[in-house]
C-alpha cells in the first residue's frame, strides 16, 4: 500500500516500501512470538515447530529496516514515533496499573481501529512526509479512504477469531454479530468510494481502481464466518492490498 501511495505522486523510488516491508516482518513475528501461547492451535504449532526460522527472520528484518530508518527524513521518522508506540504496546502490557498491567489490543473496541489508523498512517503518511509532499485536504482524504479500506479488510479477521477473542475485547462481530458486521463493513466501503468523489481531480480510472477494491473486500467479507478456511484470511484476505497495486499498475 506504500507503493500505491507513491505511485499515485509519480515517485518510484523503493526506500520506504523496502523500510516499511521489513519493518512489518519485525513487528508481525515479534507479536507471534510474543503471544505464542495466545494463538490458534494451527498458528501456535507452525510457530513453535519454526521458531528457530521465525527467529532468524526477524533479527535480519530488524537489521534492514534500522539501517534503511537511518535514510529516511526526519519528518518521516518523528511521524514514525506514534506508530512504534502502538506496535510495542498492542500486545505488551501498558504499564497504567501497577498491579495489573494492560496491552492497548485488550482495550474495548479499541483494537481494530488501532490496527486501522496504524496502517493508513504508515502507508499514507509516511512516504508522503519522507519525499516533502505537504499534507492537504487530498492528502487527508487519501488517509481516510486508507483507513476505511483497512477497518474492511480486518472484519474477516474478527469473524474468524470471534470464538477466541476475549470477551473484553468487544470487537464490531462480538458486539453486533457476524451478519450486523458485515453490514457495518458495507458502510465502510460505500464511504470509501463516497470519499473519491471529495477529491480534487475526479478520476475515472483511480474511481474504477478503488471500485474494483471495494467489491472485491466486499466479497470476502460476505463469504467470511467463523470456520472459514485457516488461510482465508491469513492468505487471501491479506492478499488484497497487492491485488490493489496490481490493478493500479494496469489501468495506469
Known amino acids: 500500500m506504500v507503493k500505491i501511495t507513491l505511485l499515485t505522486y509519480g515517485i518510484q523510488d523503493n526506500l520506504v516500501p523496502f523500510f516499511v516491508f521489513f519493518s512489518t516482518i519485525s513487528s508481525y513475528n515479534f507479536i507471534r512470538l510474543y503471544r505464542i501461547n495466545a494463538i490458534q492451535d494451527w498458528f501456535y504449532e507452525f510457530n513453535k515447530n519454526n521458531k ?3 527467529v532468524g527472520l526477524t533479527l535480519t528484518s530488524v537489521l ?30 501498558f504499564p497504567i496499573q501497577k498491579k495489573n498491567p494492560i496491552a492497548l489490543r485488550s482495550f474495548a473496541f479499541l483494537k481494530l481501529f488501532l490496527i486501522a489508523i496504524s496502517w493508513a498512517g504508515v502507508t499514507v503518511l509516511i512516504p508522503l512526509l519522507n519525499y516533502n509532499i505537504e499534507i492537504q485536504l487530498h492528502e487527508v482524504f487519501i488517509f481516510i479512504q486508507r483507513f476505511l479500506f483497512v477497518l474492511v479488510i480486518t472484519l474477516p479477521f474478527d469473524i474468524r477469531d470471534v470464538n477466541y477473542d476475549s470477551e473484553n475485547l468487544k470487537t464490531l462481530p462480538q458486539v453486533f454479530g457476524v451478519q450486523q458486521t458485515k ?6 466501503v460505500m464511504l470509501f468510494l463516497g470519499i473519491e468523489l471529495f477529491k480534487n481531480s475526479i478520476s475515472s480510472n483511480q474511481f474504477r481502481i478503488h471500485l474494483i477494491v471495494g467489491l472485491l473486500s466486499l466479497f470476502f467479507l460476505f463469504r467470511a464466518n467463523q ?4 488461510y482465508y484470511s491469513a492468505f487471501f484476505v491479506e492478499s488484497i492490498p497487492i491485488v490493489w497495486l496490481g490493478i493500479f499498475i494496469w489501468l495506469n
Not at 453490514?183 to 465502510?188: A, D, K, Q, S
Not at 470456520?227 to 485457516?230: A, G, L, R, T, V
Open 64 to 93: 534492514l529496516f534500522v539501517y534503511l530508518g537511518f535514510l529516511l527524513n526526519i519528518y518521516a521518522l518523528v511521524a514514525l514515533i506514534p506508530f512504534g508506540i502502538f506496535t510495542l504496546f498492542y500486545v505488551v502490557p
Open 227 to 230: 470456520n472459514q478456511h485457516k
Open 183 to 188: 453490514r457495518i463493513g458495507l458502510l465502510f
Open 52 to 54: 528457530k526460522g521465525i
